[in-house]
């Protein structure tokens, strides 16, 4: 008896190898030239690099529909704030929920409609840091959230520096230009 292939396996084995070899080579040149993966970052604007800055997108799909909906003044405004629990603090002695509305629909450029049923809902709050429990030099963090029916589209969360109404001001205008920087790179 004789040991070995008989010659049918062998071609067999042969062209399965080279068909192998064939789709390997060609999902290779598929993903090499023709497939774009590389996905373009979203540029830091300015604002972001002064102060610590993060950005979480939930639906870049919706954004530019939340975008239209504030552009239009459907929107509404809801803020709050969270003074420092272990120190003295002087954050509603500085500022305003009125105030900090107003920086943001100057932001917007225009004041939101009345009555409505469906809107972007910009929901923002100013934690004022415990500097001695945490050591951190910046004052506070502003958290801005756009909802749309209750789910979260786009999150800002920047530190505040300063408690000045021009600080914050200032963070105001940096997130609502992130915003409107996500929803370009959306339209891409």
């Given at each position: 008896?004789?040991?070995?292939?008989?010659?049918?396996?062998?071609?067999?084995?042969?062209?399965?190898?080279?068909?192998?070899?064939?789709?390997?080579?060609?999902?290779?040149?598929?993903?090499?030239?023709?497939?774009?993966?590389?996905?373009?970052?979203?540029?830091?604007?300015?604002?972001?690099?002064?102060?610590?800055?993060?950005?979480?997108?939930?639906?870049?799909?919706?954004?530019?529909?939340?975008?239209?909906?504030l552009?239009?003044?459907?929107?509404?405004?809801?803020?709050?704030?969270?003074?420092?629990?272990?120190?003295?603090?002087?954050?509603?002695?500085?500022?305003?929920?009125?105030?900090?509305?107003?920086f943001?629909?100057?932001?917007?450029g225009?004041?939101?409609?009345?009555?409505?049923?469906?809107?972007?809902?910009?929901?923002?709050?100013?934690?004022?840091?415990?500097?001695?429990?945490?050591?951190?030099?910046?004052?506070?963090?502003?958290?801005?959230?756009?909802?749309?029916?209750?789910?979260?589209?786009?999150?800002?969360?920047?530190?505040?520096?300063?408690?000045?109404?021009?600080?914050?001001?200032?963070?105001?205008?940096?997130?609502?230009?992130?915003?409107?920087?996500?929803?370009e790179?959306?339209?891409?």
């Amino acid at each position: 008896m004789r040991r070995g292939a008989r010659d049918s396996q062998v071609i067999n084995n042969f062209f399965s190898f080279a068909t192998i070899v064939i789709i390997s080579i060609v999902l290779i040149l598929y993903k090499t030239f023709i497939l774009k993966d590389e996905p373009t970052k979203i540029e830091k604007l300015q604002c972001q690099k002064e102060s610590h800055t993060t950005v979480f997108v939930n639906n870049l799909e919706i954004l530019e529909k939340s975008f239209n909906a504030l552009t239009k003044g459907y929107y509404k405004l809801d803020g709050g704030m969270i003074e420092s629990s272990l120190e003295n603090s002087n954050l509603k002695k500085s500022i305003s929920l009125d105030e900090i509305d107003g920086f943001f629909i100057e932001s917007i450029g225009h004041n939101p409609k009345k009555d409505l049923k469906t809107f972007l809902k910009i929901n923002y709050e100013i934690v004022e840091f415990d500097k001695k429990e945490s050591g951190n030099l910046d004052y506070g963090v502003l958290m801005t959230s756009f909802r749309i029916n209750s789910n979260e589209v786009f999150r800002v969360n920047t530190n505040i520096k300063f408690m000045y109404s021009n600080g914050i001001k200032n963070r105001v205008d940096c997130t609502m230009k992130v915003f409107k920087n996500y929803v370009e790179y959306s339209r891409r």
